[in-house]
């Protein structure tokens, strides 16, 4: 368990961490979201005691990470793969971490055959790629085989196998009983790894919720409402309709209506009773992505503005019209999720009302290519020293 209670960090005029209190539950995959410069590394830092808090404590069961009798044992974590000596093997790395821990050799093979690095053992880091370098900082979290596990971005870099291999990994980890804090900017990959999430925007914690509770509290379901593609003016009719009801229409790039405000059977009377063919009335649920942009968006720092490319962007051809600008667009509170995926549609919930999780398939029961041996390296050999970034 971790557990922070009112956590500060102050680096001269900015408040990078604001008076944050959670807990991070054993038996569980935690996920730890925030816009960039939202503090999440730098709280993560301070959970391993590689930044001092400006106020507030953060213990990991129940002690500072300092004052935890042989740390790297109970806590692994990765921070940032990129802190490796380059010039040593793979193996030599973590032979290096686990004699500074008291972890025996055997271990190291272990680790490297749990993360597939096995056959690169003795290259040098220096020539890993991306995802290599992920999978070597994985194994480091992982030798001392830890009840405590923290990860920053640990799908950074990694190819779809790696992604899936992390998401089991993580969930095994959690169902073995141990904590597992992992931060993300995937939100996708999110809503299929974590049970559990910690928002923060601007330091400040916005969610500590449930996965399920958190797009239930963020979003609404809506329903997806088709006309035949031939009649436009059903298309039209029907949406005066609505409108008139009440309901709030948006139309959709493929020629859909996507309509909240109103369940599903009152969609179809009303469509029936405007003599109004559908082709398609389905009930969904917003994915994890849209409740997480819905939250968040007044806590961005960092927003890339519209790129007008007015140099580069091609004269219209005769007779050809702009693009229709979308209802709403600019307004403060706009937000108009993609429209849903083929997929996400086939797994939606029954009912535009119904909260639930992103709506996704469930996560595949593939397991890890090896037994999940876990560990821990100490993380201050990994990491960069106190407010050295
Ligand atoms: N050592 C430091 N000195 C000064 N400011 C810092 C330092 N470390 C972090 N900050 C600032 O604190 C804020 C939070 O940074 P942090 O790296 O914790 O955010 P983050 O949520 O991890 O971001 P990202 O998602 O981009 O990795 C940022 O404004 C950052 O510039």
């Not at 690169?120 to 480091?140: E, P, W």
Request: charge should be neutral; hydrophobic fraction near 40%; glycine fraction near 10%.
């Amino acid at each position: 368990m971790i557990e922070a209670v009112g956590l500060t960090k102050r680096y001269g005029d900015k408040l990078a961490v604001d008076n944050l209190s959670f807990q991070v539950r054993p038996g569980a995959v935690t996920g730890f979201l925030g816009p960039n410069g939202s503090g999440k590394s730098t709280t993560m830092r301070m959970i391993l005691g590689l930044d001092n808090p400006t106020a507030g404590t953060v213990t990991i069961c129940g002690r500072p990470y300092r004052e935890l009798p042989n740390a790297p044992r109970q806590v692994g974590a990765l921070l940032d793969a990129k802190a490796v000596h380059g010039g040593r093997s793979a193996r030599n790395h973590l032979l290096c971490l686990a004699q500074l821990s008291g972890i025996p050799a055997r271990r190291v093979d272990e680790v490297l055959g749990v993360v597939g690095l096995h056959d690169v053992a003795k290259k040098r880091s220096r020539g890993f790629s991306l995802g290599m370098g992920q999978r070597l900082g994985i194994a480091a979290a992982l030798l001392g085989d830890p009840q405590v596990l923290l990860f920053d971005e640990p799908v950074n870099g990694l190819d779809p196998e790696g992604i899936l291999w992390v998401r089991n990994l993580m969930k095994s980890l959690a169902a073995e009983g141990r904590t597992v804090f992992v931060s993300s900017h995937l939100m996708s990959e999110m809503a299929l790894t974590a049970d559990h999430l910690i928002v923060i925007g601007r330091g400040r914690l916005l969610a500590d919720m449930s996965v399920k509770d958190f797009i239930a509290a963020n979003s609404a379901g809506f329903a997806r409402v088709r006309t035949p593609d031939t009649e436009p003016q059903q298309r039209e009719k029907l949406t005066s309709v609505l409108t008139e009801a009440g309901a709030h229409v948006l139309p959709e790039q493929d020629g859909a209506l996507r309509v909240t405000g109103l369940p599903l059977p009152r969609i179809s009377d009303l469509a029936h009773e405007a003599g109004v063919r559908l082709w398609e009335l389905s009930p969904h649920q917003a994915s994890l992505e849209e409740a997480y942009m819905r939250m968040t968006q007044e806590a961005v720092d960092y927003r890339s503005t519209a790129d007008q490319k007015a140099g580069l962007m091609q004269p219209l051809p005769p007779g050809a019209e702009p693009p229709l600008p979308v209802p709403g667009q600019g307004q403060p509170g706009w937000y108009v999720p993609p429209p849903p995926q083929r997929d996400e549609r086939a797994s939606a919930p029954d009912t535009a009302q119904s909260s639930g999780t992103s709506g996704r398939p469930a996560a595949p029961a593939e397991q890890p290519s090896a037994p999940v041996a876990a560990s821990a390296a100490d993380p201050a050999d990994s990491a960069p020293s106190e407010d050295a970034r």
